[in-house]
């Protein structure tokens, strides 16, 4: 069998086979493909074949078609395809012409800087779509720029949306209610009360400024003040994925009261909704992070530069959330450095390491 006729044609399911491919998606369809090949699944050539493609993989629907005809081997979970964005994410939404702002804009950058980090985009990719993204000057145009990610950047939502459909058409009706009422010889049809007479103002008071600190997310002091900080915000510890960065968080929150149900949040010294909510599998695991060993977290990123194998590198970001075949908790440390060589190491809650890809492997 020719190993070019290995890779399977398309599936029906196109949006989630043209999702960008990460880092550890690439990993495992590998660590697959290793499998199979020791129980005889693929000669060598094929193997290798399958393994190389593997690892420049752009898309998901590339992974799917290098394993698709595989057996499931023995002690490995079969392929699976990441979640893909609910569809409800654009419910809701202001329709593609509308204007983008600056703050649109960096949502859409932060998006892509995640992407880069975590595989999804080479370094040009990130460079020509970030430089796409200072031009954008409508959502759709910034839509277009992450549809294809794992994690597409949220969009605004239009306030005009949440109007009932049958009292829609008083929204658009002009109600001038003119008041007629003598009144001290006064008749009254203004729409609002006169003016009131003018107070005197208020002596200043020196105020200090509040400063709310912002650790580095990425330590382990940084992550234990995040996450007393989400306690005290939300009452529990429950997560369904957590991305740190040195100066923010993204967070997907769920809740044991609503398993079915994912918020995004934004933390920059505060917590901040970006989009409405969205459905999850109820059976899904919820990650705890009251479960995460502190320890031992800086244990793990003192490590992981050394692990990876990047030389002059530092933890970019760090995602917890459960791995979507083992349905574990898992940490994932990612290391970079200024000449984009990466790598990441996995471990669990308490610490144990799971897997290490460290840079040129």
């Known amino acids: 069998m020719s190993s070019r006729s290995s890779e399977m044609p398309e599936t029906p399911n196109a949006a989630s086979g043209a999702m960008r491919a990460r880092d550890v998606d690439r990993v495992r369809a590998r660590t697959l493909l290793d499998a199979a090949y020791e129980e005889g699944q693929l000669g060598a050539e094929e193997y290798h074949d399958r393994s190389d493609r593997a690892g420049t993989a752009r898309t998901i ?85 992450t549809e294809d990610l794992q994690k597409p950047a949220p969009a605004p939502i239009d306030p005009r949306s949440k109007i009932r459909p049958r009292a829609a058409w008083f929204a658009g009706a002009m109600v001038v209610v003119a008041i007629a009422a003598a009144v001290g010889g006064y008749r009254l049809t203004h729409r609002s009360s006169p003016p009131l007479a003018p107070v005197s103002a208020p002596v200043p008071q020196a105020v200090q400024p509040l400063v709310i600190e912002t650790p580095d997310l990425t330590t382990a002091a940084g992550f234990d003040k995040f996450r007393s900080l989400y306690r005290a915000k939300f009452g529990d510890t429950a997560v369904d994925q957590v991305s740190l960065f040195p100066e923010y968080a993204s967070i997907d929150r769920t809740t044991l009261a609503q398993p079915n149900r994912v918020a995004d949040y934004d933390y920059r010294g505060g917590f901040l909704a970006t ?72 471990a669990t809650p308490a610490g144990q390491l799971i897997r290490v890809s460290p840079f040129g492997d």
């Open 61 to 145: 629907g590339q992974l799917r078609g290098l394993v698709a005809d595989l057996q499931p081997p023995a002690g490995v979970a079969g392929w699976s395809d990441p979640p893909r964005p609910n569809p409800a994410h654009r419910i809701g939404r202001y329709p593609d012409h509308i204007r983008a702002r600056d703050e649109d804009r960096d949502l859409t950058w932060r998006a892509l800087d995640v992407a880069l980090a975590d595989g999804q985009l080479s370094t040009e990719e990130h460079r020509t779509l970030t430089e796409l993204t200072a031009e954008a000057k409508t959502l759709g145009d910034l839509a277009g720029l």
């Open 275 to 346: 989009s409405a909510m969205t459905t999850r599998e109820k059976d899904k695991p919820i990650l705890d992070l009251a479960t995460v060993n502190v320890a031992a977290l800086g244990d793990l990123i003192n490590r992981s530069v050394a692990l990876t194998k990047v030389e002059g590198g530092a933890v970019s970001h760090i995602i917890m959330d459960i791995d979507s075949i083992t349905e574990a908790p898992t940490i994932s440390v990612y290391v970079g450095n200024k000449f984009n060589e990466r790598g990441y190491v996995e």
